[in-house]
């Protein structure tokens, strides 16, 4: 009988220390049922689209824009290397809903379609959209576009609400922006749609294009960085997008790029 009540003791203790190990394993989750990772050491694969202000290559063929050096200032306070890779913005979104790639940026719309394939960061940015046509052509309101030709670049946030919101209008695709732009200097589309901050910095820089803003800004879309469901990453690249926020280095970032 004493031999039993040791043994029985014994299974009781050990039974203690499994479930306080069970529960201790369990702390090395971020609660929200996917797990975390430090991006320290890792080299990430970063796809791109192109897309003035944010990611564009310069005169010299450089890749350089707001995120570009947003993903620079991220990589030196969390210790990762990168090597970023240019692509379409649907192609784009299929390798980082494929994992192929660890983020995708260039001023990406954080939408609730794209949440259900991808996840993504806080946002860092928010932008609306805005109508672009040329000062000759005479439209001085939306509400001429009924009809025209609208030129937009394919799976954007642009492509998006023209095709929800101009029924009555041709919608003309285009792979690249700069495609779109050039339809319009060009007189062969009537008007294109696209980011704000993209819109504003491409008139700009081609002051002999003679393009104009038409109608007013559309509600603002938050931007975040895009990520593969459940990344491993995001908890990191949250806290630290936060702390540029708060240290005023994103608004160095907007002071040099978007304030054209």
Known sequence: ?????KMKKLMVAGFGV??????????GSNGGGGDTASLKGKELKIATG????????????????????????????????????????????????????????????????????????????????????????????????????????????????????????????????SAAFLEVEQGRADAMMQDKPNAVYYIKKHPDSGLVLLGEETAKIPDGFA?????PYKAELDKALKELQEDGTIQKLEDKWLNV
């Open 227 to 231: 990520l593969p469901k459940d990344s």
């Open 1 to 5: 009988m004493m031999f039993s009540s």
């Open 18 to 27: 499994v479930m306080a190990a069970t529960m201790l394993a369990g702390c």
């Open 50 to 177: 192109i897309y003035a202000p944010f990611s564009f290559k310069d005169e010299s063929g450089k890749l350089v824009g707001f995120d570009v050096d947003l993903i620079e200032a991220l990589s030196k306070k969390l210790g990762f290397t990168y090597k970023i890779t240019p692509t379409e913005y649907d192609n784009m979104f299929m390798a980082v809903t494929n994992k192929e790639y660890d983020l995708g940026m260039g001023q990406v719309c954080i939408t609730e379609d794209r949440k259900k394939k991808m996840d993504f960061t806080i946002p860092y940015e928010n932008a609306g959209l805005q109508f672009v046509v040329k000062q000759s052509s005479g439209i001085t309101s939306v509400d001429q576009l009924k009809g025209k030709k609208i030129a937009v670049e394919k799976a954007t946030a642009a492509h998006k609400y023209v095709t929800e919101n101009c029924k009555d209008s041709e919608i003309v695709i285009f792979p690249a922006i």
